[in-house]
């Protein structure tokens, strides 16, 4: 009897397995088939019908060289301040490994769906085969990620104070804002929480693992191997990285979103959208919220989400049509092509930039 137990209960975690993959299966499938119906729908339909793509081609055509120069010089600017935030968050971290792990990590975004996961997963995996150590590498893929968060949160209300001031509106940027701020409260709540106290860390990290063992027991999966003194040891490291460093790690992060609207703004510029068009402040607010939106993780690097809403909030503001829709898929391309073609040289060779870390290594 117990042999034929032991055989029925091999079949039964056998069959829940086999529906656990089927089911992730289908929620990929699922989630693969809304992206390519997103990414379709914005360059097949919503952009023609925003801007004739001739008109659009005309727009391009007439850039000069020195303009196609400003292009450029932005987008190295984009590229150059990949690095510091890593660097500021993982000490022993020089600036060519810090460049190679994130234009791999951020390319990865772009072929897979999934976000930010893929991307700190990517950068984890990169970081522990250099030799990093692991809670290091864990502390700092969380902190640059919880940054950056920070900073996408964030930027949507300033862009909303400052429309207020200019005493503009806009209906959907305030919907978001909104939204943000509940989600940006909560998370700073929720950060600040778990590091405020050895006591409370703990009790986080065994609610934590109870939750993750009752969702991996449903799956028929091993349990978790940490609990609340992992999570103790995690907080205590962490708090000492960021008295010494969230300065740092703050301006770094700022650097690298920012550069990023410096080239979306060029593009504007040379585009042909003036200040009388869209203003400085606009812009932002535009970029903020198309910014945003993209982060939800639907389709790779928010292919077709970034391009519907930054387009409709310019043009809301006030920019020519062919003029913004030239800009946005110039932004798009240079903030996306040269990362993807550098991070997936970065992904084939990123093995040759191990660093030296000496007493570093696990």
């Given at each position: 009897?117990?042999?034929?137990?032991?055989?029925?209960?091999?079949?039964?975690?056998?069959?829940?397995?086999?529906?656990?993959?089927?089911?992730?299966?289908?929620?990929?499938?699922?989630?693969?088939?809304?992206?390519?119906?997103?990414?379709?729908?914005?360059?097949?339909?919503?952009?023609?019908?925003?801007?004739?793509?001739?008109?659009?081609?005309?727009?391009?055509?007439?850039?000069?060289?020195?303009?196609?120069?400003?292009?450029?010089?932005?987008?190295?600017?984009?590229?150059?301040?990949?690095?510091?935030?890593?660097?500021?968050a993982l000490p022993g971290l020089g600036y060519r490994q810090g460049s190679v792990l994130t234009l791999a990590s951020t390319s990865s975004t772009y072929i897979a769906p999934?976000?930010?996961?893929?991307?700190?997963?990517?950068?984890?995996?990169?970081?522990?085969?250099?030799?990093?150590?692991?809670?290091?590498?864990?502390?700092?893929?969380?902190?640059?990620?919880?940054?950056?968060?920070?900073?996408?949160?964030?930027?949507?209300?300033?862009?909303?104070?400052?429309?207020?001031?200019?005493?503009?509106?806009?209906?959907?940027?305030?919907?978001?804002?909104?939204?943000?701020?509940?989600?940006?409260?909560?998370?700073?709540?929720?950060?600040?929480?778990?590091?405020?106290?050895?006591?409370?860390?703990?009790?986080?990290?065994?609610?934590?693992?109870?939750?993750?063992?009752?969702?991996?027991?449903?799956?028929?999966?091993?349990?978790v191997t940490w609990d609340g003194k992992s999570f103790v040891k995690f907080r205590n490291e962490t708090v000492r990285l960021l008295v010494r460093r969230w300065h740092v790690?703050?301006?770094?992060?700022?650097?690298?979103?920012?550069?990023?609207?410096?080239?979306?703004?060029?593009?504007?510029?040379?585009?042909?959208?003036?200040?009388?068009?869209?203003?400085?402040?606009?812009?932002?607010?535009?970029?903020?919220?198309?910014?945003?939106?993209?982060?939800?993780?639907?389709?790779?690097?928010?292919?077709?989400?970034?391009?519907?809403?930054?387009?409709?909030?310019?043009?809301?503001?006030?920019?020519?049509?062919?003029?913004?829709?030239?800009?946005?898929?110039?932004?798009?391309?240079?903030?996306?092509?040269?990362?993807?073609?550098?991070?997936?040289?970065?992904?084939?060779?990123?093995?040759?930039?191990?660093?030296?870390?000496?007493?570093?290594?696990?």
């Amino acid at each position: 009897m117990e042999v034929s137990k032991t055989t029925a209960e091999a079949v039964e975690d056998t069959d829940a397995g086999a529906k656990a993959k089927s089911m992730i299966l289908k929620k990929r499938l699922a989630i693969g088939g809304i992206g390519i119906a997103v990414i379709v729908g914005t360059f097949v339909f919503i952009l023609p019908r925003i801007a004739d793509y001739r008109s659009v081609w005309d727009v391009v055509q007439d850039l000069t060289w020195p303009q196609i120069g400003v292009l450029l010089l932005a987008t190295l600017a984009n590229l150059a301040t990949y690095a510091p935030p890593w660097m500021a968050a993982l000490p022993g971290l020089g600036y060519r490994q810090g460049s190679v792990l994130t234009l791999a990590s951020t390319s990865s975004t772009y072929i897979a769906p999934g976000g930010a996961a893929v991307g700190m997963a990517t950068s984890y995996a990169m970081l522990r085969g250099w030799g990093f150590k692991g809670r290091p590498v864990t502390i700092a893929v969380a902190v640059t990620g919880v940054w950056n968060q920070f900073a996408m949160l964030g930027f949507p209300l300033i862009a909303l104070a400052a429309l207020t001031l200019q005493h503009e509106q806009d209906s959907l940027l305030q919907t978001v804002a909104l939204i943000g701020l509940a989600v940006f409260v909560v998370a700073v709540g929720a950060f600040a929480a778990g590091l405020s106290t050895p006591r409370l860390a703990r009790r986080v990290g065994d609610l934590a693992a109870r939750v993750s063992n009752a969702g991996l027991r449903l799956v028929r999966r091993a349990p978790v191997t940490w609990d609340g003194k992992s999570f103790v040891k995690f907080r205590n490291e962490t708090v000492r990285l960021l008295v010494r460093r969230w300065h740092v790690l703050t301006l770094a992060t700022l650097a690298g979103q920012l550069t990023v609207f410096v080239l979306m703004l060029a593009s504007l510029r040379v585009c042909g959208v003036s200040a009388g068009d869209v203003t400085f402040i606009e812009a932002f607010a535009a970029w903020s919220l198309a910014r945003l939106l993209g982060s939800l993780p639907i389709t790779p690097g928010g292919l077709g989400i970034v391009e519907v809403g930054l387009t409709t909030a310019l043009v809301g503001f006030g920019g020519h049509n062919a003029d913004v829709v030239a800009a946005v898929l110039i932004y798009r391309f240079l903030s996306i092509v040269p990362t993807l073609l550098l991070g997936l040289l970065a992904a084939a060779t990123w093995r040759r930039h191990n660093p030296k870390l000496a007493g570093s290594t696990s």
